[in-house]
């Protein structure tokens, strides 16, 4: 679970006004973990056997297996489940699923088109575009249909009060009437043998039909493998037979987990050898050829400040003092993947295909192939390479009087690690000191001019692990916040608004012919989860500030925002509500019209920084200089060029939204997968703490060496018996009325951990 999963299911109680009966079935599923019982045995047991109860009972406990909190196996054995954190953030914290006013509404009988998610319970929920609410799907109505397909949907019901929006749980129910578009095309899993064939489980829970491997498909996998299959094929039983593409290795190794998440979400780690053979033949050596209206600026003190396991270096940086007390002249030196990536090249359609790289806790799946992206392309020391610069002319006071584009050619002096210059800056001496001393004056700057213009500043705990030879996790290190890494941020920060309000003013606003331009837009908070967020704070000694907008309606500025995360600031609880502002605001996206940045205050926003391992950025770079040269040698760009720049950059937001949140959810997986097998080798041992959750069936604890998070079961709090108080999300024993207390700080032992659920069992010691 995730740090503030528990916080959502007392919403999800709270919001149902099932806080009592909900409560009790969970502790008592809970306590007895692992453990299936039939409905009307389980409310026996409970207390609810009468008949008169039994209504009330199954209404709560079906909710409740609807919601995914429990679990109800193909015998109708009903058992604790564990919350998943997608279901929470599905159905509360991004608002709760039902029909808001002014919106269109659904009707029966009516065929509609959206996205299924599925529930490894065995129904489902389609998503549609223009609606507030889904279309809940049970099991019986989701024929072929797989996870994450876009579908056609009959509506069946829209119930009576759907009108009057009582309650998000009286969804409008649908039948899957036509797959339209198949997003699993491939599942990877566990092989387990059965008889003449192999049944696959798979890793993702989600997918729901059972997976059939006739063994003459098995590719010589055995039974405990760690497969890709594919090929998959309906039959009429409703079974999909498939067959395998690749043996990933051995269930449950370090290294082969890691590729089974990264291969599971369609993340390639491999590159066609056409694509190899491309880069391979791309030259090196710079010609006098390519200096050709290039500023040549090797003889500039040019260096780049990195993480020690970076391999790539798409930025560099220098500064000189202006004469005449004018400040100084910093350039943002970028990497100019376009001079090597021809635009719809092999090359350019799988770089545009992944859209990122991806950054796992033992490996880097990179966009472009390693030739590329770690030494051709790469800004590495001691050797020419060719930059895209921003050059700007700054003030001491942080004000720009000046900026300029180049296409440049630069040579690296020095690969500073982060932890280089900090010791640099705090030594006051050391290479380059005067110009890394002035970079950083003028970062704190710029930085509290952001904050000033309504930037915010999150202080979120970030880990790293020490890896042994097969990958498995030696040491957990928490990522200290250094100066030297915001000294980078600013700069790289101040590169990307001036590109994306040049581009603005000069060409997207271009009354006569207006040009295309990409963004990073990022947009105000959604106040439903505000509201979660509000009431959170609140109840721990906190206060968000919310403005009236309207009648009905509230809104939360930038500043409201910022001057909670001060308050919170070296208190326990800093890191947990850092992490509840952040998923209290939208995602940030790349879209072709621009609605400002809210996160970093800024009315202009886009990537221009990293085009080693973003590609929107390889795409401003081409746009930037297409348009550039075009001015300067005083001819338009064509509207034909227009339209086709204009495409694709629709394409190129679209892909990259979704291949973003991918990565990203495959750098979570892999995290939580380095910290629970690192917990499990430290079984019985004890750390320092801090709760950040209390439910009804424990409380979560942070060990605070490690920034990993586990849970202590109410059934493993035996000095008293306790209860959860809802006030104050905190547990308080009955009888010697201890308090467990969200922020408090106490000592637990590593009790259990269960590497196929990721899940740690703590106890207090």
């Known amino acids: 679970m995730r740090a503030n999963d528990h916080i959502l299911i007392n919403e999800f109680l709270f919001r149902r006004g099932e806080t009592s009966l909900g409560a009790e079935i969970i502790s008592f599923l809970t306590d007895h973990e692992g453990e299936r019982f039939r409905s009307v045995e389980l409310a026996r047991k409970m207390g609810y056997?009468?008949?008169?109860?039994?209504?009330?009972?199954?209404?709560?406990?079906?909710?409740?297996?609807?919601?995914?909190?429990?679990?109800?196996?193909?015998?109708?054995?009903?058992?604790?489940?564990?919350?998943?954190?997608?279901?929470?953030?599905?159905?509360?914290?991004?608002g709760p699923h039902f029909p808001q006013p002014g919106k269109e509404r659904y009707k029966v009988d009516q065929i509609y088109t959206g996205k299924l998610t599925t529930h490894p319970n065995g129904y489902g929920f389609v998503d549609v575009d223009g609606f507030d609410d889904d279309i809940f799907i049970s099991a019986d109505m989701l024929g072929q249909s797989l996870h994450l397909d876009q579908v056609e949907v009959q509506v069946t019901k829209v119930p009576e009060s759907y009108a009057s929006r009582q309650?998000?749980?009286?969804?409008?129910?649908?039948?899957?009437?036509?797959?339209?578009?198949?997003?699993?095309?491939?599942?990877?899993?566990?092989?387990?043998?059965?008889?003449?064939?192999?049944?696959?489980?798979?890793?993702?829970?989600k997918i729901l039909p059972e997976i059939h491997i006739p063994l003459k498909a098995a590719k010589k996998a055995k039974a405990g493998d760690k497969v890709l299959v594919g090929e998959l094929e309906f039959l009429k039983s409703g079974a999909i037979q498939a067959k395998v593409i690749e043996i990933l290795g051995t269930a449950g190794e370090s290294q082969v987990e890691v590729s089974a998440i990264a291969r599971g979400l369609g993340i390639d780690e491999t590159f066609e050898q056409e694509i190899l053979t491309f880069a391979e033949k791309v030259r090196e050596e710079i010609t006098d050829e390519d200096l050709q209206e290039r500023l040549d600026i090797r003889d500039k003190n040019v260096f780049t400040v990195d993480p020690v396991d970076a391999k790539d270096f798409d930025d560099a940086l220098s500064i000189e003092t202006l004469g005449n007390g004018g400040g100084y002249r910093v350039g943002v030196h970028i990497a100019d993947v376009s001079h090597y990536v021809p635009e719809n090249s092999a090359l350019d359609k799988e770089a545009r295909k992944r859209a990122t790289s991806v950054y796992l806790v033992d490996r880097v799946i990179p966009m472009l192939p390693s030739r590329l992206s770690e030494k051709v392309c790469s800004l590495n020391p001691g050797v020419d390479r060719m930059a895209f610069s921003v050059f700007f002319n700054i003030t001491k006071k942080g004000e720009v009087t000046k900026f300029e584009f180049h296409k440049t050619v630069i040579h690296s002096k020095r690969r500073f690690t982060y932890e280089d210059v900090q010791q640099i800056l705090d030594a006051g001496k050391g290479d380059y000191f005067e110009e890394l001393q002035a970079l950083e004056s003028l970062s704190k700057t710029l930085r509290a001019q952001r904050m000033e213009s309504g930037g915010l500043d999150f202080e979120t705990e970030e880990v790293r692990f020490r890896l042994g030879s097969n990958g498995e996790p030696i040491e957990v290190i928490k990522k200290e916040r250094l100066e030297s890494h915001r000294l980078i941020e600013e700069f790289m920060l101040l590169a990307n608004r001036t590109v994306a309000a040049y581009l603005t003013a000069r060409y997207a606003e271009n009354e006569k012919n207006p040009h295309p331009v990409l963004y990073r837009v990022h947009g105000a908070p959604q106040m439903e989860r505000v509201q979660v967020l509000a009431n959170f704070v609140r109840k721990i000694g906190f206060d968000l500030k919310l403005d009236r907008k309207g009648k009905d309606s509230t809104t939360v500025s930038s500043r409201a925002l910022r001057e909670l995360l001060q308050k919170v600031r070296g208190t326990n609880v800093e890191f947990l509500v850092n992490e509840l502002v952040l998923r209290s605001m939208s995602k940030a996206v790349y879209m072709s019209s621009n609605d400002g940045h809210f996160g970093l205050g800024f009315e202009h926003y886009t990537h221009f920084t990293s085009p080693i391992r973003r590609y929107p950025d390889l795409v401003i770079h081409r746009i930037l200089f297409e348009y550039e040269t075009a001015r300067k040698k005083r001819r338009k760009v064509t509207p034909e060029r227009l339209s086709q720049i204009s495409a694709t950059i629709t394409e190129v937001c679209q892909i990259t939204n979704?291949?973003?949140?991918?990565?990203?959810?495959?750098?979570?997986?892999?995290?939580?997968?380095?910290?629970?097998?690192?917990?499990?080798?430290?079984?019985?041992?004890?750390?320092?703490?801090?709760?950040?959750?209390?439910?009804?069936?424990?409380?979560?604890?942070?060990?605070?060496?490690?920034?990993?998070?586990?849970?202590?079961?109410?059934?493993?709090?035996?000095?008293?018996?306790?209860?959860?108080?809802?006030?104050?999300?905190?547990?308080?024993?009955?009888?010697?009325?201890?308090?467990?207390?969200?922020?408090?700080?106490?000592?637990?032992?590593?009790?259990?951990?269960?590497?196929?659920?990721?899940?740690?069992?703590?106890?207090?010691a």
Request: glycine residues 8%; aromatic residues 8%; proline residues 2%.
């Open 49 to 94: 056997g009468e008949s008169r109860q039994l209504p009330g009972f199954w209404y709560v406990l079906h909710k409740l297996q609807e919601e995914g909190v429990i679990d109800k196996d193909s015998d109708r054995c009903y058992g604790w489940a564990g919350f998943e954190a997608d279901t929470y953030e599905e159905h509360l914290i991004e």
């Open 167 to 205: 309650s998000p749980h009286q969804r409008c129910e649908g039948l899957v009437v036509n797959v339209i578009e198949r997003r699993l095309v491939t599942v990877v899993g566990t092989l387990h043998r059965e008889n003449r064939r192999f049944l696959l489980k798979p890793d993702q829970r």
């Open 658 to 764: 979704e291949r973003e949140k991918i990565a990203t959810e495959a750098e979570r997986e892999s995290i939580k997968l380095k910290q629970v097998e690192y917990m499990s080798a430290h079984l019985g041992n004890t750390y320092a703490g801090v709760i950040t959750g209390a439910t009804e069936y424990g409380i979560y604890v942070r060990m605070t060496d490690f920034a990993i998070e586990g849970l202590v079961h109410m059934r493993n709090l035996k000095d008293d018996y306790y209860e959860y108080d809802e006030a104050t999300y905190s547990l308080v024993g009955r009888r010697k009325h201890r308090r467990l207390q969200i922020g408090q700080r106490l000592k637990v032992k590593v009790h259990e951990v269960d590497m196929t659920r990721r899940t740690i069992d703590l106890t207090l």
